[in-house]
């Protein structure tokens, strides 16, 4: 079992800023993939970015500039920098682990982008 613990949302202006950070702890794999995804009022949820143990990382393309994921693998840590927020950047946003055979959600974290 993994537990993924997420913190780091809130309100912000569009334009504004926000990191979100999630910390694993449990059962880690030395082979896995972290990362965030969002759900929107109404809207299905969809990926915003995910990295591996090794460094790849994947972005949805509506935040492609704006968003950065990093991890420290060690601590079984990943953050996401947020940049040039816009209100449909508005969500839950999830942390999620996972590996070939298992997945873990977090609780969600709420992004407001509202002036």
Known sequence: QVQL????GGLVQPGGSLRLSCAASGSISTINAMGWHRQA???????VATITTDGATNYADSVKGRFTISRD????????????LKPEDTA???CRYSTT???????????????
Do not use: D, F, H
């Open 5 to 8: 613990v997420e913190s780091g």
């Open 41 to 47: 009022p109404g809207k299905q949820r969809e990926l």
């Open 73 to 84: 693998t060690a601590e079984n840590t990943v953050a996401l920098q947020m940049n040039s």
């Open 92 to 94: 839950v946003y999830y």
């Open 101 to 115: 055979y298992y997945a873990r959600w977090g609780r969600g974290t709420q992004v407001t982008v509202s002036s």
